[in-house]
């Protein structure tokens, strides 16, 4: 005999069903539930934490450029105000105070997040997300309370955290990562940060403009190594005029707190050992996809040697139907605007419509200052791949906005094709380079050629108008003002 | 020498024909005007006659589409042997390397320089006597292509119909109108330099003259040609179609968002297997036939009509008890007299045209902004032929007797069998009548017959209980459905329109009187 129809609506009454179940709120995460909304499906969101935002909002971007630009600030009255004629006395970092005001801009954003997801009426669960099976997500709770849901499709968007090198005994305290950096309740004397890439470059900067020593041990042999070279090694001039120290092509071998001093040991490349003594050591050596308490097994998922969930190029979708992983947890640059198109990229997937990523065309930008921005072909790049190419450069020294603003470091450097003149390349270091990028990713997804963007009218006085004088010298070694 | 037999121009509409069969075999000798073979149009099917006596040598096989203009078969006069043919018809490459190198090299490549060279105009042909100028739609080759002879340079759009450009000769292509001008007939669309070096023609400002060895000048015209923009690419993956099928619009042939939104699915190209209707796989319970032309047609018209107008339909019903009594009656006398039967047709026929004359918007078309009204009744009836639809036209039926209708209706009818119709006998009318009835139809909304904006559709006759002066009687009830065009059309017209035919039905004899 057949179960009493009512047996099965009694047990389903008590499970939520969701079209989309979103695991993570950053921001690959909640745009993707943004998008699943607009396109008319019923979306939940579950995050860990108790901030909506993930590492972009609470512990990455957001308060990185915080408290990059308040040290932009310290050290400009510091330095420049007097050149512009602005008198002051001695500033004095309140360090207590940056790091509320860092807080207060990341809450603001918090609450943004959470309204969004109100707007859009997207269910939000707060409690760690983890597989039940391959249609359902567990909810644990904070207070250990649990709550399973039903979807039809389960987006995996929980991110990265910092790798730890097993050697390096991170306390938290003494021997940091980039989370204990931006909330730090001193300005360290000398910091010494291991690994010189994106994130030690900009962390590293910080605190170098706000007066602490800092050496950069790095294994490459330039700083942001994944980046054209030009650009490692015009950052490294620029950060090495506030007297940064350079370890690169150095292998930590071990570090050591030792009561208030860290002590750092490295081998160069002929294996001579090198001791540096600071009060902070800064671990920036890369982040790793974070899947822990996911329980991917459930799903009947696993991820790869390098922790990552193995997608399908062209759906983002895992080998399981109906699951898919976006962002810093599966392959490619670990960016939050890399997140947010595979986002909006998966939601557009489940409804059956057919985007378009061009991962080629994703920009990279380092918040530094001067800031270093790139996106297509890097010089070696082109080189490996045997392509014949033009380099066209200009120095933000020529620039009169740049004169007139006294952030004259910098360059622009645009790579174009040698026979279709076509850009390939554009990579920027200088004031406002994030945001100048903006127009060669639009140049190049429309695949322009370096005259055709040198034909096109740059307003004056700016910094883009480094961007017209690159491609003109690109087009024909013909730039107006160098 | 040999003559090529091209195909002709049929009608200003007609782009293509289909090569329906052949009356002659390969080789065979035949008379000046004896029937070569039938060709199908969407509209019509035509015989091909010979254009002179001699040795057949056919080009085109059955089934295949050729385009206006493309040659059907070649005929040898004189009787000349085969070898000098095959040379003849050989493609125009030759005519590239007119240097007597006997071996088949690829002598336009490799000789390019010497040829002598010589500019061909590409000019608007005349494609119809009302037609004063056309707008290029979509070039299919670019600047600086190289294009074989017959092969389709662009498509053409008139307000009438749309038609494809072959090349007048092989050569490089220099593209003067650009998609989306207006030319005149007898502009200039393009240029094709004939013979002599592809590089020469090519617009390519740099080494012109160096090294002709380059490969092929295809990419150099401009690199990002074809490329979609962002938008572009996801819209065109949505909708199937490769970004190679799509003619951008973007500087340098880019393909912007607008080109994907009017992007079009190319007609998938016959499968390359055998397509005879012999069933694929036995085992399958499907079976794939080619659309012919006309039903193509038939269909792109029927869904363009439902898309275009504001079609909805009016009924009523008829009491076919006097028109019977009044057939039951006569019908004897009437096919001793003029040799034709008396049928229903006649009476609706006349009928309508009598309801025409006093709704004239219901016999009107639309072009442009103004209304079209017909002072004749031009009446198209709808009739069942062995390969579809077609409505071949009764001419001026409002000046026809009963038994003029009635003779016109067998003579266009027997033709329509016999797939005899001409083009003539099928354009023009101003009002369709459709007779479901004949199939067993009780009720349908039959679709308009543009450019006209109403159709009449009648149905079978059944004994009804009818309620007449107070008494419940059986008549003969046929359903009438009026399918109008409401742009020009109002209910008031429509149903009145109806209701008068109701009226002349009901009681023939105001037929007679005019009242």
Known sequence: MDRPLGAYSLSIAYMQDFDVVVIGSGPGGYVSAIRSAQLGFKVAIVEKYAVMGGTCLNVGCIPSKALLDSSEHYYNAVHS???????????????????KRKAGVVSNLNAGISYLMKKNKITTFHGLGSFDSAKTVKVTKEDGSSEVISAKNIIIA????????????VDKERIITSTEALKMKEVPKHL?????????????????????????????????????????????????????????????????????????????????????????????????????????????????????????????????????????????????????????????????????????????????????????????????????????????????????????????????????????????IGARAADMIAEAVVAMEYRASAEDVARMSHAHPTYTEAMKEACLAATAKRSIHS | MAIEMKVPAVGESITEVTVATWNKKEGDHVKLDEVLCELESDKATFELPAEAEGVLHIVAKEGDVLPIGAIICTIEAGGATASVKVADAAPAAAVAAPVAAPAPAPAPVAAPAAGPTSVLEVKVPAVGESITEVTVSVWNKKTG??????????????????????????????????SGTVVPIGGILARITVGGSVAAAAPAPAAAPSAPAAPASTGDATYAAGHPSPAAAKILDEKGISAASVAGSGVGGRITKEDAVSAVKPASAPAPAASAPVAAASSERTRREKMSSLRKTVARRLVAVKNETAMLTTFNEVDMKPVMDLRGKYKDKFKEKHGVGLGFMSFFTKAVCVALKEYPSVNAKIDGDEIVFHDYCDISIAVSAPKGLVVPVIRSAENLSLAGIESEVVRLAGKARENKLSLEEMSGGTFTITNGGVFGSMLSTPIINAPQVAILGMHNIVERPVVVDGQIVIRPIMYLALSYDHRIIDGRESVSFLVRLKQLLEDPARLLLDI
């Open chain 1, 158 to 169: 929980t991110g990265s955290k910092p790798t730890i090198l097993p050697f390096i005994p």
């Open chain 1, 192 to 428: 010494i940060v291991i690994g010189a890439g994106v994130i030690g470059a900009e962390l590293g900067s910080v605190y170098a403009r706000l007066g602490s020593k800092v050496s950069f041990i790095e294994f490459a042999d330039s700083m942001i190594p994944t980046m054209d070279k030009t650009m490692g090694k015009e950052l490294q001039k620029s950060i090495a005029k506030m007297g940064a120290d350079f370890y690169l092509s150095h292998k930590v071998t071990s570090a050591a707190v030792k009561g208030k001093e860290v002590t750092v040991k490295a081998q160069d490349s002929a294996g001579k050992e090198v001791e540096i003594k600071g009060d902070y050591c800064l671990v920036c050596i890369g982040r790793r996809p974070y899947t822990d308490g996911l329980n991917l097994a459930a799903a009947g998922l696993t991820a790869d040697e390098r922790g990552r969930v193995a997608v399908d190029e062209h759906t983002l979708q895992t080998s399981v139907p109906g699951i898919y992983a976006i962002g810093d947890v599966v392959r490619g640059a670990m960016l939050a605007h890399k997140a947010e198109e595979e986002g909006t990229f998966v939601a557009e997937v489940i409804a059956g419509q057919k985007p378009h990523i061009n991962y080629n065309l994703i920009p990279g930008v380092v918040y530094t200052w001067p800031e270093v921005a790139s996106v297509g072909k890097t010089e070696q790049e082109l080189k490996a791949a045997g392509i014949a190419y033009k380099e066209g450069s200009f120095p933000f020294k020529a620039l009169g906005r740049a004169i007139a603003s006294g952030d004259v470091d910098g360059v622009c450097k645009v790579l174009a094709d040698a026979t279709t003149d076509e850009i390939l390349g554009v990579h920027i």
């Open chain 2, 145 to 178: 292509d190289s294009v074989s002879l017959d092969e389709v340079l662009c498509e053409l759009e008139s307000d009438k119909a749309t038609f494809e450009l072959p090349a007048e000769s092989a050569g490089v292509l220099e593209i003067v109108a650009e």
């Open chain 1, 81 to 99: 105000f007097e050149e512009h004629g602005i008198d002051i006395a001695k500033p004095k970092v309140n360090m207590g105070q940056m790091i």
